[in-house]
């Protein structure tokens, strides 16, 4: 009995870890979705639907951002008059009137259309390059498939992954109130242990000189210390044993 108490107690706090890391995790994933979706300017919704979309092809959601950052870095600087940046939107059939009027979602879904209509070739490979920086290559292999992109939209929102923003941001305001605990918990223990510092020196010091005045106490101490070390690693060998069983 004692030993399928271990066991369950055991296999409770083992549960309870799980369930601890997946909401912390939930938390971690869905607030740096909206962080993103915030910084690029794009819907949450969005977002997740791409990030799939490209994550289908070995594609990082932080690679995703790095690309779409640079897309967007390269439509400011054709709207400024970098003739690189505009040359390379118009061999996508994009006009600067056209450009200035495209929300990002939109100029991600421009290009795609652009570069799978000109299809994959040497020329292609280098305004790639030139509009999505050192992300180039596995950014633009998963954009020139057009059909493809829409397709994994679709499956993401088929499989129920893509959350509202809504969702989003309860779970953010828990990350948010998280790290406000977390910030009071550790001023407090930073408090306690200010008190208690001056008052474990001080008793430390009397044990010491005590221990000092006193050696036959002192290794009878270090006999029942070791006795009960013995018992604390029967007791996690014995709680080991029956979690195997």
């Known amino acids: 009995a004692a030993k399928g108490a271990a066991v369950l107690a055991a296999g409770a706090g083992f549960a309870a870890k799980k369930l601890f ?4 995790g939930y938390i971690d994933a869905s607030s740096n979705t909206m962080r993103a979706s915030k910084q690029l300017e794009m819907s949450a919704e969005s ?6 979309a490209f994550g289908l092809s070995n594609v990082a959601a932080e690679e995703f951002d790095q690309g779409l950052e640079e897309l967007r870095t390269k439509q400011a600087e054709a709207m400024e008059g970098s003739k690189e940046a505009e040359k390379a939107f118009n061999r996508l059939g994009i006009s600067m009137s056209e450009l200035e009027n495209l929300n990002v979602e939109e100029l991600l879904m421009r290009t795609s259309q652009g570069l799978t209509e000109l299809g994959a070739n040497a020329d292609t490979g280098k305004l790639e390059k030139v509009l999505f920086g050192g992300k180039g290559s596995a950014f633009g ?3 020139r498939d057009f059909d493809g992109v829409l397709a994994g939209r679709d499956e993401a ?3 129920g992954i893509v959350q ?3 969702q989003l941001k309860v779970a953010e305001n828990a990350d948010t109130e998280r790290f406000r605990i977390q910030q009071e918990m550790e001023a407090e223990i930073r408090k306690i242990m200010a008190e208690l510092a001056p008052i474990m020196l001080d ?6 000189d005590f221990l000092k005045n006193n050696p036959d106490t002192f290794k009878s101490i270090a006999v029942n210390v070791g006795r009960l070390a013995t018992k604390v690693v029967g007791t996690a060998d014995f709680v080991s044993e029956g979690i195997k069983a």
């Open 157 to 159: 929102i088929a499989r």
């Open 47 to 52: 977002l997740q639907e791409l990030r799939f």
């Open 141 to 143: 292999l998963v954009l």
């Open 164 to 166: 509202s923003t809504d």
């Open 21 to 24: 890391d997946m909401t912390n």
């Open 203 to 208: 008793a430390m010091g009397k044990l010491n």
